[in-house]
């Protein structure tokens, strides 16, 4: 927007309001469009000083005349502003050239003439601390500059208008003219966020460290980038925090202290009996703070702290007599007029009693507000306030008779809070502890459900659990407990589902049924069918989806949420075995939707996305698959999901040329597969990531070792997994590249050959099934085979049956390279055109480098040809990046111009430096120019 008002104005004048809260970015956005505004503008600048009604007037002009005159060197101040302006600026007094009308004439007078020598910028900064004069003489020139070649910017901070401040009707009126553009920067993305971090020299920044700081900041640059920079406690900024609220009137700190303590919202009526102030004064202080952009109103009745921070570093300078008082107020309060069915209402009543030094009614509040967050299916809160109950256990004397639990229960609870929340870790500690505190000769039936617990837990952690279940069946034996027996087959059967031991699945399937008959245990029952519609070894009747059909049917009988997750989970993957991936995103929208309605969302989110990022990768949505990933990623999932989230997120990346991420995130990944079967069995696929980064980057013995580490983990267990098929075609891949690489090396050749064999052994374990069978297959003979073109353009089709985007783009690049080899040159060009459409809407930039340097060396049709530009060597596609470059345009601007990602103009642009040896987009514009490529 501001390029724009700035290209505009080289034909009229413009103005323009940069407005947003202090540490939003105002002064860094001007300042970084100013270094790069083409046509070597003068920019002038003067900023306003706090208190500034008090001050000198028009001191932001006096400003902006001595940056002027900084600029003009040796020539005298008379002769650059005249004799008027030159005995007022050095007397500071506007009677020293008349009145104020006199003086705007005289600056207008001025700031035209400069604008017709030269491009002119006039910058003022901090317009809400403007004295009077100042602000009628912004306003002034914003009416009355006609002159083409001026730029007029000024910066507001929002947070210092108050409903009267002078300046608001004023900007209100600039705001509705025709040639005044206003920017309101708001806070930033999570993303964003990230961005940021890793932009400051942090390195790549996982989702979760991204949403902490997100949610601490407020999305705030300044609290982002203060946050980044140290441990997490803000460094130095709650000092600069509490100068603005030293600001504040006396009543307005007040109150703002007492909110402080209410956390993350109070209402009006609470408020009202914790503040010493009447009706009045309560209302005025709460009408400054919002005014101010302190607080924020909620819910029609409430506030809130705009940032966390702000909240942190007034709470924090609280003297802790203060903090109990108010909390102590607070919960009195609660405890008279609370709802006891509002759930947030009873956990803040916990919190309050816990800070104001009164153990027992905190453990009894948070008792209540954990017991009542479990049934709203609020687990996360339910697990909070259970772990509030076990660090108040030693502090009351009777906690066990307060509550009618024991500490053993608690803690059984408190595992079954976070398995149900998607805290693995949490759950492992309780689950352990409660382990510990038990005696299994005397309690089998309790320890053996809680030892299925953990075996669900560890089968989150890295599919494992299968120990652990064993030990739970063994110790509630057939026919002693068909109860408990019942709920621990059912932990079985979702254990071993992932494991590679059929014989004993087979026995607990097999027994699930005749117990589910027997006690009619709907629940049990649609577990059996899901491991049987999953492994067709133990399908006796029925298609894998009619199988998982009924699951849905039974769980829905049962009432359990969880299964009817699973059942929907296992079919999507089905779906899109059977290349109907459309149908596979449908189901999975319905359980996200039911796990966000059922409070899942944290534990099944993640095994949902990363469900659903198979097909929608197939499909060629990686954008929407990103934000599903960030979002799932940032709930900190148990490791094996999270492992399996940065496995596709690192795929999008490294074909997307963005590998910082990646280079991070594999190596955990390769961890992970190296722990056992279960984990190798989920985590292997991140090989064939691995070696598409390792040929993307040219580093072939790279490449190598991951063959070799792949083939000893697979030596090593010598079993089916569901990756064999995209291990063996991107170890193809990888080999062949890395044989072209050096074809007269006979030591190179020697070892393609041997792991060449070895990649393809791989594939007698794979039984595979469907159209995605035969895409694969067809890809795999094409890569093996004799190089017919006929046989590349088969596995084209292969893939295009299934609709797999990118895997039809990179194959149709091969199979140009196969017709051009045979000098088909027309079929060459079209193979690549295609490729090309497929790959710019991917935003697959190196794949788009691959397209365009064979196209170049080919000297084909246009789309890929090498622009004829001697000395250059600019593709005709990096030609019309660098046309709309020329014209001011950001990378967003051009990716929305030209119709590609961000990302793919982001290649090109860099692309463009590098054969242009230049270092800046102005220079890029100016070699262009004298170059003649900007020519039509």
């Known amino acids: ?99 104020r009308g006199r003086l705007l004439r005289e600056l207008v007078a001025l700031v035209e003439r400069l604008a017709t020598e030269r491009p002119t910028v006039l910058l003022i900064e901090d317009l809400h601390w403007a004295d009077e004069a100042s602000r009628d003489l912004f306003v002034h020139l914003a009416r009355n500059l006609g002159r083409a070649g001026l730029l007029l910017i000024g910066t507001v901070r929002t947070g210092e208008l108050v409903v009267r401040h002078p300046l608001r009707q004023l900007l209100g009126e600039l705001g509705r003219r025709a040639e005044v553009t206003t920017v309101d920067l708001g806070p ?143 919960a009195e309060t609660l405890a008279r007029t609370r709802d006891p069915g509002d759930l947030d209402l009873v956990a803040e009543l916990a919190r309050h009693w816990s800070i104001a030094d009164e153990p027992e009614q905190a453990l009894t509040a948070a008792w209540q507000t954990a017991l009542l967050a479990r049934d709203r299916t609020a687990f996360d809160e339910a697990l909070r306030q259970l772990e509030v109950v076990l660090s108040l256990w030693s502090k009351v004397a009777d906690p066990g008779g307060l509550i009618g639990r024991d500490r053993g229960e608690v803690l059984e609870l408190a595992g079954a809070a976070a398995f149900e929340a998607g805290d693995n870790d949490a759950g492992l500690r309780h689950v352990h502890a409660a382990l510990a505190a038990l005696d299994p000769g005397r309690e089998p039936r309790r320890y053996a459900l809680l030892l299925g617990r953990r075996a669900r837990l560890e089968s989150r952690a890295n599919a494992g659990g299968a120990e652990s279940i064993t030990e739970a069946l063994a110790l509630v034996p057939a026919g002693q407990d068909d109860a408990v027996r019942a709920r621990l087959l059912g932990d079985a059967l979702m254990v071993l589902v992932l494991d590679d031991d059929l014989v004993r699945l087979a026995a607990v399937c097999a027994e699930s049924q005749v117990l589910g008959e027997a006690r009619a245990d709907h629940l049990l029952l649609a577990r059996a069918h899901i491991a049987r519609a999953y492994r067709p070894e133990l399908r006796s009747a029925g298609t894998a989806e009619e199988n998982y059909g009924e699951a849905v049917r039974l769980a829905r009988l049962a009432g359990d949420d969880p299964a009817l997750l699973t059942a929907w989970q296992y079919l999507s993957i089905e779906l899109s075995w059977q290349g109907r991936d459309h149908e596979a995103l449908g189901v999975l929208a319905e359980a996200a939707e039911h796990a966000e309605a059922t409070g899942l969302r944290r534990s099944r989110g993640s ?100 063959i070799d580490r792949l083939l000893a983990a697979d030596d090593e267990y010598r079993r089916e997994t569901p990756a064999v098929p995209l291990l063996v075609l991107s170890g193809l891949r990888a080999l062949r590249a890395a044989r072209g690489a050096a074809p007269r090396n006979q030591a190179v050749a020697v070892r393609t050959a041997y792991r060449r064999q070895r990649v393809l052994a791989m594939l007698e374990r794979w039984p595979g099934r469907g159209p995605m069978e035969a895409a ?106 660098l046309r709309v470059l020329a014209q001011g345009r950001s990378n967003r601007e051009i990716a929305a111009e030209l119709f590609v990602s961000p990302n793919t103009v982001a290649h090109h642009v860099k692309s463009i430096f590098a054969k242009l040896a230049v270092n800046s987009r102005a220079e890029a514009t100016a070699l262009a120019h004298r170059s003649g490529l900007l020519d039509s």
């Open 1 to 99: 927007m501001l390029r724009d008002a700035y290209r505009r104005s080289r034909a009229q004048a413009t103005t323009v309001l940069v407005s947003g809260e202090a540490g939003i970015g105002k002064s860094r956005l001007v300042g970084s469009v100013l270094q790069e505004l083409p046509g070597e503008p003068l920019v002038l600048t003067g900023g306003c000083l706090e208190f500034g009604t008090t001050g000198l007037p028009f001191g932001p002009i006096a400003g902006v005349l001595r940056s002027l005159l900084r600029q003009a060197g040796p020539m005298g101040a008379r002769s650059v502003l005249g004799d008027r302006l030159t005995s007022w600026l050095e007397g500071g007094d506007t009677d020293a050239i008349g009145d």
């Open 188 to 330: 930033l993305s999570r993303r964003e966020v990230g961005d940021l971090v890793a932009a400051r020299g942090n390195g790549a920044v996982s989702p979760a460290v991204a949403a902490a700081i997100h949610r601490r900041s407020g999305g705030n640059p300044l609290f982002v980038e203060a946050l980044s920079d140290s441990d997490g406690s803000a460094g130095g900024l709650p000092a600069l925090l509490l100068e603005r609220v030293a600001r504040l009137p006396d009543a307005a700190r007040e109150v703002l202290g007492a909110i402080a303590v209410a956390g993350s919202r109070v209402s009006d009526t609470v408020l009202a009996t914790v503040v010493d102030l009447s009706p009045d004064d309560l209302a005025g202080a709460v009408r400054v703070l919002v005014d101010r952009g302190q607080l924020d109103v909620v819910g029609g009745n409430g506030y809130r702290f705009r940032h966390d921070l702000i909240r942190e570093a007034v709470y924090g300078d609280l003297l802790p007599g203060e903090r109990r008082r108010l909390h102590r107020r607070y």
């Open 607 to 706: 095994m949902l996305t990363v469900v659903a990022c198979d097909p929608l990768l197939r499909l060629g949505r990686w954008d929407e698959a990103l934000d599903l990933l960030e979002e799932a990623l940032a709930d900190s999932p148990p490791p094996l999901f999270r492992a399996s989230l940065q496995f596709y997120q690192a795929w999008i990346l490294v074909a997307r040329g963005e590998w910082a991420v990646p280079r991070t995130s594999l190596p955990e990944l390769y961890a992970i597969a190296a722990t056992g079967w279960p984990a190798f069995k989920m985590q292997s696929a991140a090989y064939a990531v691995g070696l598409d980064l390792a040929v993307a980057a040219a580093d072939f013995d790279e490449a190598g070792r991951l």
């Open 776 to 881: 694969y297959r067809l890809a795999i003979a094409a890569e093996t085979g004799p190089g017919q073109l006929a046989d590349w353009d088969a596995a084209v089709e292969g893939w295009r049956a299934i609709g797999d985007v990118q895997q039809i783009a990179v194959t149709l690049v091969t199979a140009a390279e196969v017709a051009l080899r045979s000098s088909n040159r027309s079929g060459a060009a079209t193979r690549l055109r295609q490729a090309q459409e497929l790959a710019e809407r991917l935003g697959a930039a190196p794949l788009l480098t691959r397209i365009e340097e064979l196209g170049a060396r080919a000297r084909l049709s246009p789309g890929t040809e090498r622009a004829q530009r001697p000395g250059h060597g600019l593709t005709a596609r990096e030609l019309v990046v």
